[in-house]
């Protein structure tokens, strides 16, 4: 977990306890201390501590607690509290499944996911994905994407720890395809400022990508989100939570909120 994450481990973790106020909450949805109990309890558990609430439900009640949340939630609100439920690996194999399978390939959140992952979370990323999906990561990259396009992820894919990307890219890529790697590395490299950029451009102008928004969110509040707040305060002088607040709306509002300002 990084220093410079907002959501930290709970000091008196108690996952039954939670799974139980939990359980009552998403049955009392009439009042707003329903709501502020929920938000409560999912922004101030990192992600392992998620992952044990939601065994600790299932153990209790025999039912799924993102089934629950879906079926008693909504929206925005509802995506993000489910989405903050699943594994980092499952989040992230999630992402890049919509990515691949959709209408279009959205190239931007794949190339986003796998060059700002570690060796280590693309190989659990890979081994989620085939769990969920029953077939790999690989097999959809080859038939859902084309060209230098495919063979640059097919790549990554099969990154070892030690592989050296600059390399890879200067000896396999050419001409403009090469420069644009290269120009987008260099940006990943500075990994706060990266993501600084997809967070603006995901809220500026009429509408937002909640998709992006609640990704970078999610993915981010355990490793580096401080540094990436201090980074969009000093860029856009404006802090990142106001960009939110006047973005969204509501539940999901708050729930982003907890998140960011801890």
């Known amino acids: 977990m990084g220093e410079q994450g907002t959501v930290k481990p709970c000091k008196h973790f108690n ?4 799974a139980g106020l939990l359980y009552g909450n ?12 929920i938000i409560n309890i999912l922004s101030k558990r990192s992600s392992a501590q998620r992952v044990e609430i939601l065994f600790g439900y299932h153990a209790m009640y025999g039912r799924d607690l993102i089934q629950d949340i879906k079926s008693g939630l909504s ?5 993000t509290a489910a989405s903050m439920l699943l594994t ?3 989040y992230d194999a999630t992402s890049l499944y919509k990515a691949l399978k959709g209408l279009k390939i959205e190239a931007r959140v794949l190339v986003e996911i796998l060059l700002t992952r570690s060796a280590e979370e693309i190989k659990c990323m890979k081994e989620s994905y085939s769990v969920k999906y029953h077939r790999s990561l690989e097999t959809d990259i080859e038939q859902s994407c084309s060209g230098n396009l495919k063979t640059f992820l ?6 070892s720890p030690d592989c050296d990307i600059q390399k890879k890219i200067s000896s396999e890529f050419h001409g403009e395809f090469k420069d644009a790697l290269k120009s987008q590395l260099k940006v990943i490299e500075s990994k706060p400022q990266f993501f600084v950029e997809k967070l603006y451009r995901s809220m500026k ?7 992006t928004l609640m990704r970078i969110i999610i993915t981010r509040c355990e490793v580096d ?12 002088g404006k802090s990142l939570s106001k960009f939110i607040e006047g973005d969204t709306s509501g539940s999901y509002r708050k729930l982003l909120l907890a998140i960011v300002d801890q």
């Open 15 to 18: 996952p039954e306890r939670d």
């Open 26 to 37: 998403l049955r009392g949805l009439a009042s707003d201390s329903s709501y502020s109990a």
């Open 75 to 79: 929206g925005d609100f509802q995506q």
């Open 88 to 90: 980092p690996a499952e």
């Open 154 to 159: 097919l790549k990554i894919v099969a990154l």
């Open 205 to 211: 102008g009429v509408g937002t990508d909640d998709e």
């Open 225 to 236: 989100l401080r540094d990436i707040k201090t980074s969009f305060q000093a860029t856009h």
